[in-house]
Structure formats: C-alpha cells, structure tokens
C-alpha cells in the first residue's frame, strides 16, 4: 500500500509539472542578425502548451535567462489576451524557450527597450 501512494504521488508530480512547464522555438531563417525581434503570442496558443492558471501569468526563459515580456490586454476588457516577448536571434538561430507561470503579483517588471 505504501508503495503505491508513493507511486502514485510520483505519477501525479510528473503529470502536474508537465502542465506547468512547456517549450516553443522559434527560428530565424535569414543570414542576419536579428535584435529585439518582436513575438507575440496568443493567450490561446500559450494555453495550448500549458494549462493556464487562475491568478497567474506566463513567464518565459531562454535556458537560465528570463526573456524580457509583457502582458498585454488590447481589448481592454480587465484581462491578458497576448504575451509579446523580446528575442535576439544569430544568423539562422533556432531559440528553445521555456514557457512558465509566475503568480500575477510577483510579475517581473523590465526596462523598456523599444
């Protein structure tokens, strides 16, 4: 009996934070450099990667580093519909980028670039 609410708590833990963490890429495709390239993603593209929670908001890393972002409401209905994010690309890089959540109150706040 032991073993299996052991087990059963692992299998839960693992199905809990899939749901909690995903990974998107982007490319890009030129021969340049590309700086503070805009993205902006969907709140329903970023749900079809990760269960969106109550009282959070997605947050994004490159490896180690938080990617500078922003929730936007362009609607201006009270709630997020978009998340636009700022990436720096090589020449024909393909970035990996971690999509989390963090409680809406703890949100980072980043220096304005653009």
């Known amino acids: 009996m ?6 059963i708590f692992v299998i839960s833990s693992l199905l809990f934070s899939c749901a909690e963490k995903a ?4 490319k890009n495709p030129l021969d340049t450099e590309r700086t503070d390239e805009v993205i902006v993603l969907k709140k329903e593209q970023i749900a079809e990667k990760i269960k969106l929670k109550e009282g959070f908001l997605p947050f994004f890393k490159d490896g ?5 972002s922003q929730i936007d409401d362009p609607d201006h209905d009270g709630n997020w519909d978009e998340a636009v994010l700022l990436l720096d690309f090589a020449a024909g ?3 990996n980028i971690t999509i989390g959540q963090i409680a809406a109150s703890d949100y980072y706040g ?3 670039r653009t």
């Open 64 to 68: 180690d580093e938080i990617v500078a």
């Open 2 to 7: 032991r073993t299996r609410t052991l087990l």
């Open 110 to 112: 980043f220096e304005k």
């Open 23 to 26: 990974e998107v890429s982007f």
């Open 93 to 95: 890089e393909t970035k």
